[in-house]
C-alpha cells in the first residue's frame, strides 16, 4: 500500500522524478538530495513501511541483499575507500522521512565526514542490568 502525502511513497513509484541508480519490482534506489558524501544513496522499498519495525521480515532481509549489491557496485564504479549504512527509526533517532529506508553512504579516505558516536563507558553491573533486560 501507498500512503497519501508521502514523499518516499510518491518517489519509490515514479511519481516524482529522482535520481535512480535501480529499480526492480519492490524497490528502488536513488541519490539522496543532501548527501553526506558522493555517490550517497537510499534504499526505498515501493509499499509503505514507516521503519524497520513496519517493514515486512522478507522486504528488510531483501533490502540488506541489496545494500550488498549495489555496495558493490559503488565501490568498483565510485572507486570509494567503504560504506556505512545507516537506517535511522523514529525521530529520536534522526529518522526525517516516514518512510523505511536504508542510506548507502560511501566512503573516501580523508572524506571529513564524522559518522560516529561518543563512546560511553558503563559499568559491568550497568552492562549486566541491561543485558538482563533484553536478553531472554
Ligand atoms: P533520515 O534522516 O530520515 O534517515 O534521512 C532522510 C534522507 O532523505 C536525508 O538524507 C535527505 O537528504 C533525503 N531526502 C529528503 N527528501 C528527499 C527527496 O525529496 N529526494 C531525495 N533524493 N532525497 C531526499
Ligand atoms: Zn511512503
Known amino acids: ?3 497519501d502525502n508521502c514523499i518516499f511513497c510518491k518517489i519509490a513509484n515514479g511519481e516524482i522524478p529522482s535520481k535512480t541508480l535501480y529499480e526492480d519490482r519492490e ?3 536513488i541519490l539522496d538530495l543532501a548527501p553526506a558524501t558522493r555517490g550517497h544513496a537510499l534504499i526505498l522499498p515501493k509499499e509503505h513501511a514507516d521503519d524497520l519495525y513496519d517493514l ?3 522486504s528488510a532481509a531483501k533490502a540488506m541483499r541489496l545494500a550488498r549489491k549495489m ?9 570509494c575507500d567503504g560504506l556505512n549504512l545507516v537506517q535511522n527509526n523514529k525521530e529520536a533517532a534522526g529518522q526525517t522521512v516516514r518512510h523505511f ?3 548507502l553512504i560511501p566512503r573516501y579516505r580523508d572524506d571529513g ?6 563512546p560511553g563507558k558503563p559499568s559491568d553491573e550497568e552492562l549486566e ?3 538482563e533486560l533484553i536478553a531472554r
Open 129 to 131: 542490568a541491561v543485558r
Open 71 to 79: 555496495g558493490r557496485i559503488m565501490e568498483e564504479r565510485l572507486q
Open 113 to 118: 565526514q564524522n559518522i560516529n558516536w561518543k
Open 1 to 3: 500500500m501507498r500512503k
Open 27 to 29: 524497490f528502488r534506489v
Open 101 to 103: 529506508h536504508l542510506h
Open 56 to 58: 515486512p521480515e522478507d
